[in-house]
Nanobody
């Protein structure tokens, strides 16, 4: 399994970035692909998740309405369009195959702990 994230960088608050995750070594549309992020000293958290098979999307409430996840199955690539970025979005972003489901009333989603990770891409949002 190989996951290659790209697209991170330094951006001003309110700006946008689009992250890409190119996946290989597994059946791309078998389950879900998720985006996760981590800052030093904190646990990695789920940001968004998509089923490449049916397009169903899941979002962390903190990014809902600002981030959009999508997939290009022909390219085995998942994207994360991030708009109206905030300093608290600063983190290393990772993609990983996983399985996601709705967490009901919380508006968030749950996921199975991924077994594979890419190297991550750094997103820094300056205030």
């Amino acid at each position: 399994v190989q996951l290659v994230e790209s697209g991170g960088g330094l951006v001003q608050a309110g700006g946008s970035l689009r992250l890409s995750c190119v996946a290989s070594g597994f059946t791309f549309d078998a389950d879900h692909i998720g985006w996760f992020r981590q800052v030093p000293g904190k646990e990695r958290e789920g940001v968004s998740c998509i089923s490449p098979r049916n397009g169903r999307q899941y979002y962390n409430p903190s990014v809902k309405g600002r981030f959009t996840i999508s997939s290009d199955n022909a390219k085995s690539t998942v994207y994360l369009q991030m708009n109206n970025l905030k300093p608290e979005d600063s983190a290393v972003y990772y993609c990983a195959p996983t399985w996601c489901g709705s967490a009901g009333g919380s508006g968030s989603f749950y996921y199975t702990p991924p077994d594979y990770w890419g190297q991550g891409t750094q997103v820094t949002v300056a205030s």
